[in-house]
């Protein structure tokens, strides 16, 4: 082999391991972690108030709050790295069985809103199981898991997430879906940018969402849900002991009900029908697009309107 040949099979062998390396270095971060511990009684509250970052909560049994936040920035120069830790500031604080944890961006000029792009952080946190919390984030995901007591959640940019809750729920984002699992008290949540998902609440539920669909596996109370941009389905296993209102302006209306269930049926679409396999006693005109009617004899309002697709009214609720 020539000295030219062996000359360019080097290079570009050195191009294409240069080719490999430099994205990987590209990519690379720099972690720094905080653990904290608390020792704190049941029935207490958790407050985390931070302008960045997902948070976890779960219930665990024991007497302690444990805490571990991993922020994570995305370069390789840990001069930099160092500079946008230092910008954001987290404190932690105990008084009495409450836990206080703030996290706060420092200098907020524009010239920093690119850097601050290259900051993840995450909140990983286990409390008391009997213990309450109320989280803000001003972007990132909230999860709330095996709790009894009341839950207050807020994010301005990601999605919530809610499971074996014992105790009442409030949750909000502008900018995420919501997905609620077992609840054994009431729920209201409300997003502007994803859809709805409830497996199962004992108590009454208010939901609301600007651009998704709704789906209520199981209702044990009453329900008012509304969309403007998707569909809403719910099941109502449960005599209701006040009135129901479910709305859409861009989908279908499908409602399931136990065969006891009695209610005053108000339902109307302005684009498509409304179909029904309960017994329905009918006074004055038929109308497909609309239906007024007492159901097992009547009771609260079960009021149903779309302006954008048909309404159904099911009986076997395990057609869900």
């Known amino acids: 082999m020539s000295f030219v040949s062996r000359f360019l099979r080097v290079t570009l062998l050195c191009t294409a ?19 904290k511990s608390f020792t704190v009684d049941s029935g207490g509250t958790l407050d985390v108030d931070t ?27 840990r001069e930099k790295a160092q500079k946008i830790l230092d910008n954001f500031k987290i404190d932690f604080k105990q008084s009495g069985k409450d836990i206080f944890i703030t996290g ?3 200098r907020k000029e524009s ?12 909140y990983t946190i286990s409390v008391p199981e009997i213990y309450n919390v109320e989280l803000k984030t001003s972007g990132g995901s909230i999860s709330v ?26 949750g909000k984002t502008s900018g995420g879906s919501i997905r609620v699992g077992e609840v054994d008290g009431d729920v209201d949540i409300n997003t502007s940018g994803g859809s709805i998902q409830i497996e199962g609440a004992r108590g009454s539920i208010k939901a609301h969402t600007s651009g998704g669909s709704i789906n209520v596996q ?9 969309t403007s941009g998707g569909s809403i389905k719910a099941s109502i296993s449960r005599q209701p002991q ?7 302006s861009g989908g279908s209306i499908t409602v399931y009900l136990a065969g006891d269930i009695a209610v005053d049926l108000d339902a109307s679409t302005s684009g498509g029908g409304v179909y029904t396999e309960s017994p329905v006693t009918i006074q004055g005109k038929i109308n497909k697009s609309k239906l007024k009617s007492k159901i097992n004899g009547g009771g609260p309002l079960l009021y149903l309107h779309t302006s954008g697709g048909s309404i159904y009214i099911k009986t076997k609720i395990g057609d869900y």
């Open 218 to 226: 199981e209702v044990m109370g009453s329900i008012n849900a509304d």
């Open 17 to 35: 391991v240069l080719a490999f390396v430099v994205p990987g270095t590209a990519s690379a971060s720099i972690d720094d972690t905080i653990q």
């Open 51 to 77: 302008d960045k970052g997902s948070i976890e909560v779960r219930g665990t049994t024991g007497r302690t709050v444990e805490i571990k936040v991993v922020r994570k920035v995305k370069t390789a120069d």
């Open 145 to 170: 898991e095996n709790l009894e007591g009341e839950v207050n959640i807020k994010t301005s940019g990601g999605s919530l997430n809610l499971e074996k809750i014992t105790g009442p729920v409030w």
């Open 104 to 106: 706060e961006r420092g």
């Open 111 to 122: 010239i920093w809103d690119k850097i601050w792009n290259r900051l993840n952080v995450k």
């Open 242 to 248: 006040t009135d129901c209102r479910l709305t859409t």
